[in-house]
């Protein structure tokens, strides 16, 4: 098992310009998630997803969208980078939470992205 | 006011010593969960352990072990017999129930950076 995926580790792009985070698990995790990680900032949750064709914003979701095609696909798009988006970008699956049971979160190696 | 607060930016432990992370977190929701995970300067994201609201016995994971006070709204992590290698970023997090918005929420806090010294 390869657990969770990110591609591309690292990007440089300049202010404007557009690009898509990919996110690839397969352990059969019905819930994803993006995050961004800022020095002092701990992780902040973008967006979410609890199943496949549904999404869901978390608490810093401006200027980002995302998609969930497949299940074990979560996407994360920005339309217009600007330097405010220089980042660590995480992504990460579980099981979706239930009484009794654990929603561990399991993290991708993330994605360093640069905005010039 | 924030949900998961980390008062200790930085700490030093002798090996072999047990530490301390404090983790206090603020919520109104019966039912929540209550994760560390652990990231060291590689950067990946390592889950520690688990505590759930309802469970009535503190977790345990090997030499980690979470030190839960319902009443206090504190989960402290406790690592037994430090080792060079839990020299680390810790983070707390917790994830509340479906409450008025009808779905989950995620909060992580700002971490704790564990320096253990030879």
């Known amino acids: 098992n390869a657990g969770v995926t990110q591609t591309p580790k690292f990007r440089v792009l300049k202010t404007g310009q557009s690009m898509t985070l990919l996110c690839a698990q397969d352990m059969n995790h019905e819930y994803m998630y993006w995050y961004r990680q800022d020095p002092g900032m701990g992780l902040r949750l973008i967006h979410y997803?609890?199943?496949?064709?549904?999404?869901a914003k978390g608490e810093v979701p401006d200027g980002y969208n995302v998609s969930r095609l497949k299940k074990q696909n979560f996407l994360l798009g920005l339309e217009s980078a600007a330097p405010s988006q220089t980042s660590v970008y995480f992504c990460?699956?579980?099981?979706?939470?239930?009484?009794?049971?654990?929603?561990?979160?399991?993290f991708g190696p993330g994605t360093r992205l640069t905005v010039l | 006011a924030q949900k998961i607060t980390q008062t200790q930016p930085g700490m030093f432990v002798q090996e072999k010593e047990a530490v301390t992370l404090d983790c206090t977190y603020d919520?109104?929701?019966?039912?929540?969960?209550l994760f560390w995970y652990k990231q060291p300067s590689s950067g990946e994201m390592i889950f520690l352990i688990y505590q759930g609201s309802y469970d009535q016995q503190n977790a345990t994971e090997g030499r980690y072990s979470l030190n839960f006070q319902k009443a206090r709204k504190s989960a402290n992590l406790v690592i037994s017999a430090s080792q060079l290698g839990d020299s680390a970023m810790y983070f707390c997090?917790?994830?509340?129930?479906?409450?008025?918005?009808?779905?989950?929420?995620?909060?992580f806090g700002t971490g704790t950076r564990l320096k253990v010294l030879a």
């Open positions: 997090a917790m994830r509340e129930g479906k409450g008025t918005s009808g779905t989950y929420k995620y909060i």
């Open positions: 919520t109104s929701d019966p039912s929540y969960g």
């Open positions: 997803s609890v199943g496949e064709g549904t999404t």
């Open positions: 990460a699956s579980s099981y979706s939470p239930r009484k009794g049971g654990t929603d561990t979160q399991y």
